[in-house]
């Protein structure tokens, strides 16, 4: 089986169990089966990745990898991950993930060690289904316990009680970047969306695989998020996916394009985005009138949407 088709199961697997899960503190959530390289090493949306990487979103400019090391592969895909296909994202295309709209009244300021933005406090509001924060266009629909492939990282480990949550973009714009505090007893808990569209859902692990207690109960801390009217797809390419999960990507433009970045999700059946990441792939040096083909890793010809398509001046 291959790689790609490995991965489409795991992921599948993952939407069903927590998109049926009973709601918050009720029992674990178990994937059965295995994966290997469920998720990618480069972490091109905020930071670059490795699964010793803190990820703090901070340090970002414009979704893109600020240490892209990566060279450009026989698939004109860009990657540090195992296979050299493509990597992913956490970022979208904020700065610095954007900012609270409260102006973040309730946080330490300061960044942390397990890649807070911003370092909110614990309010004590209880997190419970469908709980909706006043500092951000957020629905929590649920949080449970995964067991099974971790999924938000390039580690590919096989995990257990690792917290997770489905939330929904309730705004009318889409979320370029979020991040998400709960505290789970006195543990924070920190998981990070990017490009989610309005009134989308996603499901999302805690992203230093922090582990989850029904009893301690869920309070809230705080988000972290930007909005965009529109996720970025520029006119000078046209893009379609083609059989064997792959993607065609056509300079329609008079000019040689040095860079062009393509930013996709997976998406279920159900409707449900899988993972707050954000892959990327990349092809360098796309002549004018030229097409090129591309197999990124993690993207599915059946279930795999782009959110981005963007062209950059210089292969950085």
Known sequence: MSKNKKIIG???GLVIVLAIAIPIGTGKIHLGGNSSNVANNAQSGQSESGDKNNNSAANNKDGENPKDNSDKNSNGSDSNDADNNGSNSNGGTSSNG??????????????SKDGSITDFNNTGQKVKKNYEPSD??????????????????????????????????????????????????????????????????????????????????VTYG??????????????????????NNGIKITNTSSKKIPCVRVFYKYKSDDGYYVGGITYTAKVEDLKAGASQTIYPSHFASDGGEIMMVKTYDSKN
């Open 222 to 243: 705080g988000t972290t998020a930007s909005y965009t009217n529109k996720l970025e797809k520029s006119s000078a390419i046209k893009y379609k996916k083609v059989a």
């Open 98 to 111: 954007g900012s609270n709209s409260n102006g973040g009244t309730n946080s330490n300021g300061g960044s």
């Open 10 to 12: 795991v992921i599948i």
């Open 136 to 217: 951000a266009d957020i629905k929590i629909q649920r949080v449970d316990a995964y067991s099974g492939i971790f999924i938000e990282d390039g580690s590919d480990k096989e995990v257990k009680n690792v917290a997770a949550i489905e939330v929904k973009n309730t705004s009318k714009k889409a979320v370029e970047f979020a991040q998400i505090q709960l505290y789970n007893g006195d543990k924070k808990l920190v998981f990070d969306v990017s490009t989610l569209p309005a009134n989308s859902s996603a499901v999302v692990m805690e992203k230093n695989k922090a582990s989850f207690d029904s009893s301690k109960g």
